[in-house]
């Protein structure tokens, strides 16, 4: 299933630096976009969303954009700190379906 | 904060075997999810629950796997015959709603691995 994909396994940046995190999708009829965090050992954790008929949301220091004409989102981190490193997955959702479609996950490390 | 939980952590189990995995969704949710992530792949979607039905299910989902939701607390994952290919995390999930602006809460997952 390749409808949400994140193309960069894994990403580092400097504390302090902005962190930025991609998602492509192929399918128009998605409705929802979410971004979750995920630390070993733990499940997803949700993070921030966005609604397909907007094309940003801001929650503190992170930031979503959603370019439909693209079919692209991205997750903004702005200031990344080191407790951001974990492996971010963008998921996908249908109003007309329950179930989350989610890529393949982005490792993002934070250095000192 | 409330959270989902599940037991056990890690259920190692031989192929052919049956197992239950167990989930404890947030006590106000209504709808329940079961996902699973093989190792290096992606987080897939199972099945969705709600009022002791089952509203959606994927084409993982086959006959070898059933939902319950015995008591007023638990929901419970059961794979009939497991197989070699069913090694992987399961996560449980709720919703308070099933609106798509109403995130899905994740428990830490069971670790599955048939042998």
């Known amino acids: 299933d390749q409808q949400v994909k994140q193309n960069s396994p894994s990403l580092s940046v400097q504390e302090g630096r902005i962190s930025i995190l991609n998602c492509d999708y192929t399918?128009?009829?998605?409705?929802?976009f979410l971004w979750y965090k995920k630390y070993p050992a733990e499940g997803p954790t949700f993070l921030i969303s966005?609604?397909?008929?907007?094309d940003k949301n801001e929650d503190g220091r992170f930031t979503v954009f959603l370019n439909k004409s693209a079919k692209h989102l991205s997750l903004h981190i702005v200031p990344s700190q080191p407790g951001d490193s974990a492996v971010y997955f963008c998921?996908?959702?249908?109003?007309?379906?329950?179930?989350?479609?989610f890529g393949s996950g982005t490792r993002l490390l934070v250095r000192p | 904060e409330p959270e989902v939980t599940q037991t056990p952590s890690h259920q190692v189990t031989q192929m052919g075997q049956e197992v239950i995995l167990r989930c404890v969704p947030i006590?106000?949710?209504?709808?329940f999810y079961w996902y699973r992530q093989i190792l290096g792949q992606k987080v897939e979607f199972l099945v969705s629950?709600?009022?002791?039905?089952?509203?959606?299910k994927s084409e993982i989902f086959d006959d070898q796997f059933s939902v319950e939701r015995p008591d007023g607390s638990n929901f419970t994952l059961k794979i009939r015959s497991t197989k070699l290919e069913d090694s992987a995390m399961y996560f449980c999930?709720?919703?308070?709603?099933?609106?798509?602006?109403?995130?899905?809460?994740f428990g830490p997952g069971t670790r599955l691995t048939v042998t």
């Open positions: 999930a709720s919703s308070e709603t099933p609106d798509v602006s109403y995130e899905q809460y």
């Open positions: 399918n128009s009829m998605f409705d929802y």
């Open positions: 966005i609604s397909s008929i907007k």
């Open positions: 998921a996908a959702r249908m109003d007309s379906s329950y179930k989350l479609i």
């Open positions: 006590s106000n949710h209504l709808y």
């Open positions: 629950f709600y009022n002791n039905e089952i509203s959606e």
